[in-house]
């Protein structure tokens, strides 16, 4: 369990590492390679019991160094992390992954956890969105970061947050027009736009519900809340 710099979340925990996606700019394989690991699909179940260590409420990302819900991975290997989560309901647990049709298989989610699936572009904001329509969980996001491509017109209206991002390592800025549409539709969802992208005024917002109560500067609680 690590402090991250991921900008939405606290802390970082990754029972499971690895992804077969072969994404072209996937940040968690060049780092692995970087520190000479594999990104092969690795499970470490010594590190299942760190989140028990941990009693001060957390905002916890799972699996930033790997794909948690590939069709690659045992059910058994999914299934010891989701019963960690639901033994610290203390914790909200932030989910994110790019094979959202698998999400619904593991209904219904614990209450502590948001389902989250990637969204770079339109095609990849369709299946998003058809997977966590069938996903119950309390809250669901799609994070489209980076942003490549305009997502389109879609139904945003099944979401609690939406994060929008630029691409790093090489640096790229989404156009202006793709992120303006995803704005003109959002319909007050929480949007959390990261600082590596340019934008007047960025948005700095988190599902009601579960808003960060702890660990926040007096200017960040006064962000709008939905």
Known sequence: MNKTKIEWTELS???????????????ARKLSHRFGRSFEPEFHPDRL????????????????MGELFGDWLP?????????????????????????????????PWPANAWAGASAINAPMAKRALDGLTKTYARIKFISAEPLLGDLGNQDFQSLSWIIIGAQTNPSKQPQQVWVENILGQSNNI???????LIWTNPLKQYPNEFYRQHNTSDEEKTVNLF
Do not use: A
């Open 13 to 27: 925990w990754n029972p499971i590492t690895g992804c077969n996606h072969g994404c072209q700019f996937c940040y």
């Open 49 to 64: 019991n760190q989140p028990f260590q941990i009693k001060k409420p957390h905002m916890i990302f799972v699996c930033s």
């Open 75 to 107: 059910d058994s290997w999914r299934d010891r992390v989701l019963d960690v989560i639901r033994q610290n309901p203390q914790h909200t647990f932030q989910l994110l992954t790019k094979s959202p049709e698998n999400l619904y298989k593991f209904n």
């Open 190 to 196: 929480p949007i959390f736009m990261k600082p590596n």
